[in-house]
Every structure is written in structure tokens, then in C-alpha cells.
């Protein structure tokens, strides 16, 4: 799966689409040996310009629809991520003026070159000509707004993370600098950059990895904070998304030693909010840095867990301590997903193979 908006194209300035259609326009004019007398000649720049000035910024204007995914057409996780992160009914509107001004610029095309092919004065199918030019500079400008919020819409959403939605997912999740992003680098082959600061993690990191030839995705989501989700930021609004739309296991990280700066009450507060929205997936319990944590303090988040039937594994992701234990969890939980969507894989292929055959 590649980020559906990689191939949206930059997007020019109104301005930049008109003067590099009237460059053109006078480029090809120039180049251009018309033959027969002077009305001739004039009729035949004429209407080159006019046709380059149309071709160059239709051309333009439609690859950026063609390149531009329909959202609505999206898979869920991707929709709510653009609706996140820009106003969707916005971005269907630029487009659809867009669309009108392809559509504009091309009647107006048909309509003067018919007017400058049946005139018989070089000086008027000049006067049609540029007048053509000031029709098309304001249909241009017209959506000036719009290609600019599509510009900036582009320049969010081509950064967008790139997730294979094929794979069953694991995704985990906590407090900031409770080691979530060291545990996707020592678990998968992925390269997250580790800072000891708050909200280090900017967007979602994806990591793969592979057991007995079957692959496992796993994801480190953005800080989530104890607070409403309509008072979440959209950083964290995308970690919700990962969980809802991704994940199938979630490995949760609890920092017992609190060097994350997050009391234990508020890493357990946040817990109990995660839990109770996503309670229906299956959880696993980590508790990271045991290496510099208090056991008292390890004990009393050990009780708060199994409290609520789960058993906690204890791990330090720096050193090691415990990561293979917690990979024997994660795979024994989804490698029934994993096998089963190799199954369905295999089997569609298996049909195309018969299908072939039988042609």
C-alpha cells in the first residue's frame, strides 16, 4: 500500500499556470512558419495561441484531478486521516472548481477559434485573441483560492503514513517518551528517530517484520494525553485513527519508573480510557525501563493490570530485557490473522490461475 496522495502533483499559483500558458503560447507562435498570405498567416498564430494557452492549462488543471484520489473512494483508515487533517468538503469543492474551469477554458477555446477562423481582418482576430487571453486570465483567477488550498492540502497530505492495510496490525501505544518508538526499532526493521522530550513522535511510524516466512506490521503511534478527544491535537487525533482502523493486537507501555514525566496515576488514567474504548481488542500489557524502575513501583502497576485480567510482561526495550518473551505474545495473538490473510491471498491467486487457464 503506498500513501494514495504521493502522486498529487504540485500545485501552481494562479498566476504561475497563466504566465506559463502565455509563454508557450508565443513560443509556439514563433516557431511556427504559417503559410499562405498575410490574413492567413495571422489566423493560423492565432489560433495556435489560443490552442497552446487551452491545451497547456487544461493539461495542468487535469493532472491534478487525475493524481488527486477521490476521498470518499479512500479505505477507512485513510479517509478519516484526510478529514483530519484537512476540510474535506473544502478539498471536494477545489476540485470541482477546477474541474469547472477545465470545462470553461475549453468552450472558450472552441468558441473564439471558430470566431478568429471566420474573420477577415488580421487586426480583429488579434483583438478576439487577446480577449480570449483576459476570458481565460479570469477563469484562472477565479480559482485562485482554490488550486492555493489545494497546494496546501497537497503539501500535508503527501506526508501522509504509508501502511500496509492488508496486514493485521499491531499497534502500540502510551504515554510520550515511555519507549514506544525505542520498541518499534528493536522489535521491526524501522528507523523512528528517539529524543528524550515530549511528543518526539510526529505522525505514525511503521515497521515490519518477518517470522517463519510470514510478515508482521507493527505501528508507534503519537503521544496520546489523558484528555477528551475533542480536545486532542491531530497528532494524537492519528493515534486514535491507527487504533481504530489498524489495529488488531495493541501492545500498551506503562513507564513505571516515571522518567517519561508522567505520574503513574495519569499513565493509569490514560490506560483505563484507552481500555475502555478499545477493550474489544486483545491487549498486551508492557512495563518498560525495569531496569531503572523501583519494584515497588512495578508491583503496584502489576496489581492496577491484572486488576483488569491481563497479565503484564516486563521488559526494558534498551537492553532487551523481555522483548522476546513479548514477541512470542504478539506473534501467538496474530499469526492466526496473518495465516488467514495468506490463505485469502493464496486463493485469489490460486482463482486468477484457474481463470487463466481456462482462456
Not at 11 to 25: H, S
Not at 111 to 139: C, H, N, T, W
Not at 332 to 356: G, N, T
Amino acid at each position: 500500500m503506498k500513501n494514495p496522495f504521493e502522486k498529487m502533483p504540485t500545485v501552481l499559483t494562479a498566476d504561475e499556470i497563466i504566465d506559463k500558458a502565455f509563454r508557450r503560447a508565443e513560443k509556439a507562435a514563433s516557431a511556427l512558419t504559417p503559410k499562405g498570405g498575410p490574413r492567413a498567416k495571422a489566423r493560423q498564430r492565432e489560433e495556435l495561441r489560443i490552442r497552446t494557452v487551452s491545451n497547456v492549462i487544461r493539461d495542468n488543471l487535469r493532472k491534478l484531478l487525475d493524481r488527486t484520489p477521490g476521498v470518499s473512494e479512500l479505505p477507512p483508515f485513510y479517509r478519516e486521516l484526510v478529514d483530519t487533517l484537512v476540510d474535506r468538503d473544502q478539498f471536494h469543492r477545489s476540485l470541482a472548481h477546477v474541474n469547472w474551469a477545465i470545462k470553461t477554458i475549453r468552450n472558450l477555446e472552441q468558441r473564439y477559434a471558430e470566431k478568429i477562423r471566420y474573420s477577415r481582418d488580421p487586426d480583429e482576430m488579434s483583438r478576439l485573441r487577446r480577449q480570449f487571453y483576459g476570458r481565460v486570465a479570469d477563469v484562472i483567477r477565479d480559482i485562485a483560492d482554490d488550486l492555493e488550498y489545494l497546494n496546501q492540502a497537497r503539501n500535508v497530505l503527501k506526508d501522509l503514513p504509508v501502511v500496509d492495510l492488508n496486514l493485521p496490525t499491531v499497534v502500540i501505544a502510551g504515554h510520550p517518551n515511555v519507549g514506544k518508538s525505542t520498541l518499534l526499532r528493536v522489535l521491526t526493521n524501522a528507523r523512528p528517530e528517539v529524543a528524550s522530550y515530549p511528543f518526539t513522535t510526529r505522525g505514525i511510524n511503521v515497521g515490519q517484520f518477518e517470522e517463519h516466512y510470514l510478515k508482521y506490521q507493527v505501528i508507534d503511534t503519537p503521544g496520546l494525553l489523558d484528555r477528551p478527544l475533542s480536545e486532542r491535537n491531530e497528532v494524537e487525533r492519528q493515534a486514535i485513527l491507527a487504533l481504530k482502523h489498524l489495529g488488531k493486537v495493541i501492545v500498551y507501555i506503562f513507564d513505571p519508573s516515571e522518567y517519561c514525566g508522567y505520574p503513574i496515576e495519569e499513565q493509569t488514567h490514560l490506560f483505563e480510557e484507552i481500555y475502555s474504548e478499545f477493550g474489544e481488542f486483545p491487549f498486551i500489557v508492557v512495563l518498560n525501563k525495569v531496569d531503572i524502575a523501583d519494584e515497588e513501583e512495578i508491583k503496584a502497576v502489576e496489581e492496577f493490570v491484572r486488576a483488569k485480567g491481563l497479565e503484564p510482561l516486563r521488559i526494558s526495550a534498551l537492553n532487551g530485557e523481555g522483548l522476546d518473551e513479548l514477541k512470542r505474545r504478539v506473534i501467538e495473538l496474530v499469526k492466526p490473522m496473518v495465516e488467514e490473510q495468506a490463505k485469502r491471498i493464496m486463493e485469489k491467486e490460486l482463482r486468477k490461475y484457474r481463470e487463466e487457464l481456462e482462456l
